[in-house]
């Protein structure tokens, strides 16, 4: 074979792989199903218009939730009258244990100069343990005179409570110290702008034992 003819040769075969390489390709089918999608931008004003993603904040339950007080009753017949110098009164005195009926009229008497009151009938005795029920002494109060209680434990009563209720059952004065020798109003006294029946009431918060009780009031107008 001369030197063209193998050149010829050559180029046969290259055209006809070639061409073979074409047919397979065109064999091949892709898919498509439409032109791409384009892809826009982000706006600016779109991603400052976006929320932001934050968690939920979890719920407060029903018992989490703060309780409020339960409404202070104001009485409509009674109110409290301040005499911050009256505290001091009987910060001195000390009980002997022994009489609680002369124990209270003791510490009463050294609170007379300083008031200006006077025993309202006579002295209240009883005797109680911390799970008794209170005992209620009836307090017959005018119209436009203030009232003063003064109590006594004996030895085996460490905390005594006294109120003082109006007529409606409303607390217009209670001592507020965890002590057998209460006052109320330890700093001033329980006034009345209407006769009302009122009562003392006494309880023991601790111990057992007897206990006494006075009632003292301004002297009335002459």
């Not at 050559?10 to 064999?27: D, P, R």
């Not at 505290?87 to 002997?96: M, P, V």
Request: glycine share 8%; net charge neutral.
């Amino acid at each position: 074979m001369g030197r063209d003819m193998q050149k010829r040769a050559i180029v046969l075969v290259a055209v006809a792989g070639a061409s073979g390489s074409f047919g397979a390709c065109a064999g091949r089918t892709t898919a498509v199903t439409g032109p791409a999608s384009p892809v826009s931008p982000a706006s600016p004003d779109a991603a400052l218009s976006a929320p932001a993603s934050t968690p939920p904040s979890p719920l407060l339950s029903a018992s989490a939730l703060p309780v409020p007080p339960p409404p202070t009753q104001k009485s409509a017949v009674a109110s409290s009258k301040t005499v911050e110098s009256w505290a001091a009164c009987h910060q001195g005195y000390k009980a002997t244990a022994k009489d609680v009926s002369r124990d209270v009229a003791a510490m009463a008497r050294a609170c007379e100069k300083a008031t200006k009151m006077i025993l309202l009938g006579r002295t209240l005795t009883g005797k109680q343990a911390d799970d008794d029920a209170p005992q209620s002494f009836p307090l017959d109060a005018l119209a436009n005179h203030c009232y003063r209680v003064y109590a006594q434990a004996g030895e085996g009563i460490k905390d005594l409570d006294v109120v003082i209720k109006d007529s409606a059952g409303v607390v217009v004065g209670e001592d507020a110290t965890d002590h057998p020798s209460p006052v109320v109003l330890e700093n001033g006294a329980v006034c009345f702008a209407k006769d009302d029946r009122a009562s003392v009431v006494v309880s023991v918060g601790m111990g057992s034992g007897v206990y006494a009780v006075q009632v003292w009031t301004d002297v009335p107008p002459r």
